[in-house]
C-alpha cells in the first residue's frame, strides 16, 4: 500500500515534467530531476525528500524527521522523511523538493 501511493505520485510527475524520470536511491525507487534525486521511497516504507538544510522542517504542517540511514553516523544534511501517516501531504512534499532542485540545477 504505501510503496504503491509512491509509485502512484512518481508516475503522476513523470507524466507532468519533461526531466522527471524514475531511478533508483540506495536500491530503493526514486525521482529524479535531470538525473539528480529528489524523492524515493525508504526501506522503512516512509517518503523521504531532499529539502535542503535550510528547510524549515521543525515549522512544516507535516510531521517531518531527518532522514538518518546510518547506525554510528548523523542524518543526511537536508533529507527529510515522512510516514505514510501523512501519505496525503506526500504529493505536496515531492513538489516542493522538486522545486528547490530545481533553483539548484
Not at 522503512?44 to 535542503?52: P, R, S
Not at 542524518?75 to 530545481?102: I, V
Amino acid at each position: 500500500m504505501e510503496l504503491e501511493k509512491f509509485l502512484e505520485i512518481r508516475s503522476e510527475l513523470c507524466l507532468k515534467y519533461a526531466d522527471v524520470s524514475e531511478g533508483k536511491m540506495m536500491s530503493s525507487p526514486a525521482i529524479h530531476y535531470k538525473k539528480k534525486v529528489f524523492a524515493f521511497f525508504s526501506r522503512q516504507n516512509k517518503m523521504v525528500f531532499k529539502l535542503g538544510k535550510t528547510f524549515p522542517f521543525l515549522e512544516s504542517d507535516v510531521p517531518l524527521t531527518e532522514f538518518n540511514p546510518f547506525k554510528k553516523k548523523g542524518p543526511l544534511t537536508g533529507w527529510y522523511e515522512a510516514d505514510f501517516s501523512q501519505n496525503q501531504k506526500w504529493h505536496k512534499l515531492a513538489e516542493t523538493a522538486l522545486e528547490l532542485l530545481k533553483k539548484e540545477v
